[in-house]
């Protein structure tokens, strides 16, 4: 047993206590796994005082009707433990949206599933449908809790790349990688960090891959409201077939400018979802009572949402404006509020370095999508966060037109 040395100090009416002795070791369960870009990223912008483009959350605030509704509620009392399902009202709002836009039919008591965050459900998700040995398709770049979550529960991630510089899916590559040990693929359409989203064409190529090796599917669509230049967002929700064998995952912080409110969701059959369940109630039980309450209340202003596209691609194209006379050159961006920027004609430095380099010297904080690979591909592009006011794209493309 190690021994701990005590020993105390007299501040008048107080003690302070010394404990000295070994620390416990732990072997970590990820040990590949450090910081994340994200906090790397925002703590430099932080420490050089530059423009934060990136780690992907708005500066500017929710609707003021939201947080009144989130205040109202607290005030009535609702602050006690949810149903580890999600707040009833809340449930029945979603599966109406689902209907709505994407004509599906879901059963708010028995497929949707209320959680702390869409991190929180991916989780879930993965947990419930990955078993010891089981491979997983994961299609790179690819945002950064997939794999964790995968090793954590003993799967195995097998990576499929996508083509740059348009970040298309290969599906005859993926149809190559699946094995008799594959059990499931993770899609995330709009895609992060890329801003590609999903055709009708990669719908058919998808649907005969899964129901060809009885796949699951894990689909990451929390960006399912920010899609640009006419295109229709591809649900697994609008494919029944899909819908069948899929977790489909989404988040009101994207949605509503709430990223620290921390409350997503599960849709999934109901056999799906009593699995996913199991899981939820032991992570989190349940996610923020009177902000449950909110959402449900706001969701009947449906324009919010289906006005979202337009929002965010009249700040794309603003951005795109603002850089035009800038060397660094915008790939296509038709969904998510990120734009990928080559920076090749300006650096051939690595892009973690070049995105350190351009928080410090030049004040604008963007993320290296190297970061978003499992060997740290770099393509020398750098991803830029939308979800500004004007005035902050403004003075960061400014900077950035100096370079």
């Known amino acids: 047993m190690p021994q701990f040395l005590i020993s105390e100090h007299n501040y008048g009416k107080r003690y302070k206590r010394v404990l000295k002795g070994k620390t416990m070791q732990l072997e970590s369960k990820l040990p590949d796994v450090g910081v994340t870009i994200f906090t790397v990223m925002t703590k430099l912008a932080n420490d050089h005082g530059a423009y934060n483009l990136s780690q992907g959350f708005p500066d500017f605030n929710a609707p003021a009707k939201l947080i009144a509704c989130v205040e109202k509620h607290m005030r009535a009392g609702n602050n006690q433990y949810a149903p580890m399902q ?36 991916l989780f879930a998700a993965i947990t419930a449908a990955v078993r010891p040995g089981d491979e997983v398709i994961v299609l790179e770049p690819a945002y950064d809790s997939y794999v964790p979550a995968i090793t954590l529960n003993s799967g195995r991630p097998v990576y499929v790349k996508m083509k740059h510089p348009d970040y298309n899916i290969d599906w005859d590559e993926v149809g190559d990688a699946v094995t008799d040990n594959t059990r499931l693929i993770i899609l995330n359409s709009p895609h992060n960090p890329t801003g590609t989203v999903l055709s009708a064409e990669d719908i058919a190529a998808l649907r005969q891959i899964v129901e060809k090796n009885d796949l699951l599917i894990v689909s990451d669509e929390v960006y399912e409201h920010i899609i640009f230049d006419g295109l229709a967002h591809q649900s697994m929700l609008r494919y029944p077939e899909l819908a069948a064998r899929s977790f ?142 004007d005035e902050t794209m403004q003075k960061a493309a400014a900077l950035l037109c100096k370079i």
């Open 86 to 121: 999600g707040v009833p009202l809340l449930r029945e709002r979603i599966a109406e949206k689902a209907e709505n836009i994407y004509g599906a039919a879901i059963n708010p008591e028995t497929e949707i599933t209320v959680t702390a965050g869409a991190t929180e459900a």
């Open 248 to 389: 489909v995952i989404s988040s009101f912080g994207k949605t509503y400018h709430t990223t620290g409110w921390k409350i997503g969701y599960c849709i999934a059959p109901a056999a799906l979802t009593e699995t996913f369940q199991r899981i939820h109630q032991f992570l989190t039980f349940s996610a923020n009572t009177p902000i449950q309450h909110a959402y449900a209340d706001f969701m009947t202003r449906q324009d919010f949402y289906l006005d979202l596209a337009e929002f965010y691609q009249q700040k794309r194209d603003r951005f795109l404006s603002l850089i035009k006379e800038a060397r660094l050159r915008p790939l296509p961006c038709r969904g998510t509020y990120f734009q990928l920027l080559d920076y090749s004609p300006v650096s051939d430095e690595p892009d973690i370095r070049f995105a350190k380099r351009l928080t410090a010297e030049h004040g604008v904080a963007a993320i290296p999508p190297s970061a978003f690979y499992h060997q740290k591909d770099d393509e020398r592009v750098l991803r830029f966060c939308l979800a500004k006011k």
